[in-house]
């Protein structure tokens, strides 16, 4: 039962450089979403998906774009990153109300 | 964003002591979900609430839906080592497709 993978699981970089955080979902949700967890902050919204081809942004989206090609699949791309952005990614997919999660990328950007 | 306030931000307690949390929002929420996440891990779902005033378990687990639509309570039993870990509420509201998460709830159980 693959479930929400998310690739890498850790990453640094170096402010400025670009990077994609994949998502990958076997579950055939049309929804998905991006989440990111920094501490005593709980998991904000970034930018979420109601299904192929669609986008729309969460609450924090400066800085990060997505895509949905596919179903299956919703990369979320840093074009130049910030030392802001150094957090951990959780990507999440959901049937109805209930949302399943991958295991995270823990990003730092230096 | 909306803001969910969980309390207390985090217990240490006993193995065997029992564990209540909360969430409170300005807001009224017509659905509330309680999360735990394991370090290293993704959150994963516990227990969900449809309806106010109802009050649901899942083994040692109880929550219950505020009458106000504006709270959420989780209590844990008897608590044992391998309930440690980050509680997280989240609630959606009427119409909106996005889950608003609380700041979480740091549990530690010292056996």
């Known amino acids: 039962n693959a479930g929400v993978t998310q690739t890498p699981k850790f990453q640094v970089l170096k402010t400025g450089q670009s990077m994609t955080l994949q998502c990958a979902q076997d579950?055939?949700?049309?929804?998905m979403s991006w989440y990111r967890q920094d501490p005593g902050m709980g998991l904000r919204l970034i930018h979420y998906?109601?299904?192929?081809?669609?986008?729309d942004q969460g609450e924090v989206p400066n800085g990060y774009n997505v895509s949905r090609s596919t179903t299956e699949d919703f990369p979320l791309r840093l074009l130049s990153a910030a030392p802001s952005q150094t957090s951990v990614y959780f990507c999440?997919?959901?049937?109805?109300?209930?949302?399943?999660f991958g295991a995270g990328t823990r990003l730092s950007v230096l | 964003g909306q803001q969910l306030n969980q309390s207390p931000q985090s217990m240490f307690i006993q193995e065997g002591e029992d564990v209540s949390m909360n969430c409170t929002s300005s807001?009224?929420?017509?659905?509330w979900l309680w999360y735990k996440q394991d370090p290293g891990e993704g959150p994963v779902l516990l227990i969900a609430?449809?309806?106010?005033?109802e009050l649901t378990s899942n083994g040692r687990l109880t929550a219950q839906f505020g009458i106000t639509r504006k709270d959420s309570f989780l209590n844990i039993s008897a608590s044992i080592p391998s309930d440690v870990g980050i509680y997280f509420c989240?609630?959606?509201?009427?119409?909106?497709?996005?889950?608003?998460f609380g700041t979480g709830t740091r549990l530690t159980v010292i056996p």
């Open positions: 999440a997919s959901s049937l109805g109300h209930i949302q399943y």
């Open positions: 579950m055939n949700h049309e929804y």
């Open positions: 998906s109601v299904g192929a081809g669609i986008t």
């Open positions: 807001s009224i929420f017509n659905t």
């Open positions: 609430l449809y309806k106010a005033g």
């Open positions: 989240a609630g959606y509201q009427t119409g909106a497709n996005n889950l608003f």
